[in-house]
């Protein structure tokens, strides 16, 4: 019974590194280049290295191919990147073509 709750609790962290190393990817790489070096961060390309190390990491440790301690570290890079990173960034946007907003008046 021990050993289920064990493993439950390491599938669990897994998974949720996992999903944390996937978000994060996902949003530093819609974020645009020069918002990172207008913000003195490391540039997106070393960003996007150190989150796709992370989220190997994560993806090992949701396979079970690695110690729950080493998937615990995976978090590191994304914890990094939500709580520094991102905040000094997010005002840039998301880096996308900027097309009109709201409701479109009549076409005469």
């Known amino acids: 019974m021990l050993d289920l709750v064990r493993g439950l ?5 897994s998974l949720v590194v996992l999903v944390a190393a ?4 996902a949003d530093g ?8 070096t207008a913000e003195g961060k490391a540039t997106k390309t070393k960003w996007m ?3 796709g190390a992370g989220l190997l990491f994560a993806v090992l440790g949701a ?13 590191g890079p994304a914890a990094v ?10 005002p840039y946007g998301a880096g996308g ?12």
């Open 9 to 13: 609790v390491g599938l669990t962290i």
């Open 22 to 25: 996937v978000v994060a990817i």
């Open 29 to 36: 790489a819609r974020r645009p280049e020069r918002a990172y």
């Open 49 to 51: 290295l150190i989150l």
């Open 63 to 75: 396979l079970g191919m690695i110690q729950i301690v080493l998937n615990i570290i995976a978090i």
């Open 81 to 90: 990147y939500w709580y520094d990173v991102r905040p000094a960034i997010k």
């Open 97 to 108: 073509p900027r097309g009109p907003r709201g409701p479109q008046g009549p076409s005469w």
